[in-house]
């Protein structure tokens, strides 16, 4: 007798289902077959969450555990929400929603005001510094940029953190939030006039959409029995990173159900002066006394000498460390041993690190495999100009997101409209190029930050995706190229720009490069020095860890003695380096690679520029990129400048890109100064290269010597 349909279809799933566990191992397939009650997943850097939890949805998917329209799985970026849905999509689990708790709270709030308060949601603020400013004055209290960017951090944090206006002067000190422009009942009194200001224009911002969403679900059960009817199954990936508020929503979806997985590290505990609460992980178990745990611990993205340095780093915490914390086994072929540089200051350093880039480009290491960390945005200035002098491009990290960029929705509007018009010119990759040029694009980097950098950056990336298509789909054409940006827009993925990533540590936090350069690693930095108590410190420590575990290949950590050349040599490494037997110059460290034999120092042999008007060495990067102290007088020859100004819009307007691509106005500024009369003369100022000076060397010094 042959089985019946529907029991063949089971067994079809069961096999399909098992099909699905082969490629985990032990502790991931524990992760996905633990599909009933409470689960917690303690997850090591590099150890597979994300691959472990999409496993345990779809598997729950193919067995019939789960209903996908009733999952939902949750974490804190639209990039790691993206990824999830991507992988979900190739797993065969369609239906599964994952989204960011704003994203979440945002639908179901969008949804339920209206019919519990009679009127569509109010409208969510772009920005808080209008308001703020207005707040601020109603208080009398001037606000600069930089105040309000402040303000808005404080702000942010107290409603994530579940404190009220009258609270905070009380609340903040004891968590070690403290302002240098502002005592907290100032910014008491600021806070509860911008929520003054608020009510009255009627909006709410992004933290009041948690709050919305909390509100609808407590006091509404009606609304909160819809939901739990609508969601069965909750993932929350990130865990550690959950905030008070953000618990509180999570409760509330859950209603006392344990159908909950939760996945984190405590070991990647880094935004806690955000309102992160790491204990919501740490105690998950004691919260849920039948709750699952299981410990990842194989890395399978570190080598076992990069991950033998992440060990003792957290083992040095002792006691004062996560409870949680996991320690990772390397599943990877040996690798070389980690580098530990001292340089002399921080101009040498950049120098240093600069040198060392090129020499793994020379030897074939993709520029996008390769990123240098620092704990700072204002360190990055001295390697911009490092890599610049070397024309190795780099890309400032940052977290907007890329399909929703407008430089990006004009490409893929010019794009579209070569598509339509049927004229894909043969090679795609120089198609696209040519297209985008149109859109302000070139193949050099503009100097200097702001938007124009950041326009530059997001189409090159779209460039480098372009040559990465291509070359795996030799046959494709632009339509091919639209349908793929599609498809990568609908999961929210950003591809990478062909070049050396820039980011603080706190930005790397969920990424990864085969070479990574951990810089300024000294005491004062990192720690930071606004860490005081042992709580901040042990934060800082585990940021420097997150650093240290983005490492695939290749790590090297630098430090400098000094911050400027000439300076007294007085900063030392990092305290946590201590574990490693890592000391400064005036200490020995048998496991120590100097980056000299002779001197344990490792010195730029480029020498530092000097100002063209008084001769002073230029440490400001500002300064070097102008070629003169900017307090010396200018000489610059008006006449020329604007001869060179009106030369450079018609070439512009010739190759049909921005004045920009051809000079910027910092150079045609140093040309009109120094007025050059030959090749080499002209190539020693900043901005202009050999590639320039093939271009546009002779117009230049034909205008020079007119």
């Not at 600021?190 to 911002?205: H, P, S, T």
């Not at 985008?436 to 070139?442: D, E, H, Q, R």
Request: proline share 6%; glycine share 8%.
């Amino acid at each position: 007798m042959s089985q019946p349909v529907s029991d063949f279809t089971q067994v079809v799933a069961s096999r399909s289902a098992d099909a699905l566990l082969e490629a985990l191992d032990p502790e991931q397939r524990a992760v996905a077959t633990a599909l009933h009650g409470s689960v917690v997943v303690m997850a090591g850097a590099g150890t597979g969450k994300t691959r472990a939890i999409t496993h345990r949805i779809a598997y729950g998917v193919r067995t019939g555990t789960f209903d996908p329209v009733r999952v939902l799985a949750v974490t804190f970026t639209q990039r790691a929400a993206g990824e999830m849905r991507g992988r979900l999509a190739q797993l065969g689990a369609d239906g599964v929603q994952a989204r960011t708790f704003h994203s979440a709270a945002l639908r179901q709030a969008r949804f339920f005001w209206p019919k519990v308060y009679g009127s569509e949601l109010p409208p969510i603020v772009d920005r808080k510094f209008p308001l703020l400013t207005e707040a601020a004055s109603r208080c009398r209290v001037r606000v600069d940029t930089p105040a309000l960017r402040d303000l808005a951090g404080e702000v942010e944090w107290s409603k994530v953190s579940n404190v009220r206006p009258d609270d905070y002067a009380r609340i903040a000190p004891k968590s070690g939030r403290t302002l240098a422009a502002f005592d907290p009942a100032t910014i008491a009194r600021i806070f509860a006039a911008y929520e003054d200001v608020k009510l009255e224009r009627g909006r709410i911002d992004l933290e009041d959409v948690l709050l919305c969403a909390v509100a609808l679900l407590a006091e509404d059960e009606r609304v909160a029995a819809e939901i739990r009817r609508q969601y069965r199954t909750f993932v929350v990936d990130e865990y550690q990173d959950v905030s008070p508020l953000q618990q509180s929503l999570l409760d509330l979806w859950l209603g006392g159900r344990e159908d909950v997985c939760v996945v984190g590290d405590p070991a990647q505990t880094i935004y806690s002066w955000a309102g992160a609460d790491p204990q919501n992980l740490v105690r998950f178990a004691a919260r849920h006394p039948s709750a699952t745990v299981i410990k990842l611990i194989r890395d399978y993205r570190s080598t076992p000498q990069v991950v033998e340095v992440a060990n003792k780093i957290l083992d040095a915490a002792g006691t004062a460390g996560l409870p949680g914390q996991v320690t990772l086994r390397s599943q990877r072929e040996p690798g070389p041993a980690p580098t530990y540089r001292e340089y002399p200051d921080e101009v040498a350093e950049a120098d240093g690190v600069a040198r060392a880039i090129q020499r793994l480009q020379d030897s074939g290491t993709a520029l996008r495999d390769i990123a240098v960390l620092f704990r700072t945005n204002a360190q990055s200035e001295n390697f911009e100009q490092a890599l610049a002098e070397r024309r190795i491009p780099a890309v400032l990290k940052g977290a907007e997101r890329f399909f929703e960029r407008a430089e990006i929705r004009q490409a893929a509007m010019l794009l579209r409209g070569q598509t339509k018009a049927g004229d894909s010119g043969g090679d795609l990759a120089e198609t696209v190029r040519g297209v985008l040029a149109g859109a302000g694009w070139s193949p050099e980097q503009p100097t200097g930050k702001g938007a124009v950098r950041d326009r530059w950056e997001s189409l090159s990336a779209l460039v480098t995706m372009t040559s990465d298509f291509a070359a795996a789909h030799p046959e494709a054409g632009l339509a091919e190229l639209m349908t793929e940006l599609d498809r990568r827009a609908a999961i929210q993925h950003a591809p990478l720009a062909e070049g050396v990533t820039l980011a603080t540590l706190h930005t790397a936090k969920g990424l990864e490069w085969g070479c990574v350069f951990i810089v300024g690693a000294h005491e004062g930095t990192l720690p930071i020095s606004y860490a005081q108590t042992p709580s901040q410190v042990e934060e800082e420590r585990r940021l420097f860890y997150v650093g240290v575990t983005r490492a695939k290949d290749q790590l090297s950590v630098s430090w400098s003695t000094s911050r400027s050349p000439g300076g007294r040599g007085q900063r030392g490494p990092t305290r946590f380096l201590d574990p490693l037997g890592v000391r400064g110059s005036s200490r020995s460290a048998s496991d120590w690679q100097p980056s000299s034999p002779r001197t344990g120092r490792e010195r730029s042999d480029k020498p530092i520029p000097k100002c063209r008007v008084c001769g002073r060495a230029l440490l400001d990067a500002g300064a070097r990129k102008l070629g003169r102290c900017e307090d010396c007088p200018s000489t610059m020859d008006q006449k020329l400048y604007d001869a060179l100004f009106e030369w450079r819009a018609e070439r512009a307007a010739e190759e049909s890109v921005p004045a920009f691509v051809i000079l910027t106005d910092a150079t045609l500024t140093a040309v009109a100064e120094a007025r050059p009369t030959d090749e080499r003369s002209l190539l020693r100022l900043p901005g202009i290269g050999r590639t320039k000076l093939t271009k546009y060397g002779e117009p230049i010094l034909n205008i020079c010597t007119r």
